[in-house]
């Protein structure tokens, strides 16, 4: 079983920056994908940003581009996204999520994605 706990969500101001981490327990990933989602209040679940455990490519949604980064320490245990010039668009409960399969694709659906964790919530005030 794999457990995954986010963390660094709170409340910035827009144009702040917050760093949220995803430390995982359990099972060890030696491939696959790990990403970032956000739900705003009824809205549907988002992808923001993934990466490959192996070679570190990554992905990022348009919205994201340029503001967000995504990264992963050396040990794979904790991932990381590093979010700069927030803006109020930006306040959701953001998940992180792991899928163990193999793949070189990225999927962007939160259904390829098997682990999930509870969900930080990141607040932008205007």
């Known amino acids: 079983q794999v457990q995954l706990v986010e963390s660094g969500g709170g409340l910035v101001q827009a144009g702040g920056s917050l760093r949220l981490s995803c430390a995982t327990s359990?099972?060890?990933?030696?491939?696959?994908?790990m990403g970032w989602f956000r739900q705003a209040p009824g809205k549907e679940r988002d992808f923001v940003a993934a990466?490959?455990?192996?070679?570190?490519?990554?992905l990022y949604a348009d919205s994201v581009k340029g503001r967000f980064t995504i990264s992963r320490d050396n040990a794979r245990v904790t991932m990381y996204l590093q979010m700069n010039s927030l803006k109020p668009e930006d306040t959701a409960v953001y998940y992180c999520?792991?899928?163990?399969?193999?793949?070189?694709?990225?999927?962007?659906?939160?259904?390829?994605?098997?682990?999930w964790g509870q969900g930080t919530q990141v607040t932008v005030s205007s």
């Open positions: 999520a792991a899928s163990p399969r193999l793949t070189e694709v990225f999927n962007t659906a939160p259904s390829w994605y098997d682990y």
């Open positions: 359990g099972r060890t990933f030696s491939r696959g994908t």
């Open positions: 990466i490959m455990w192996t070679g570190s490519r990554t």
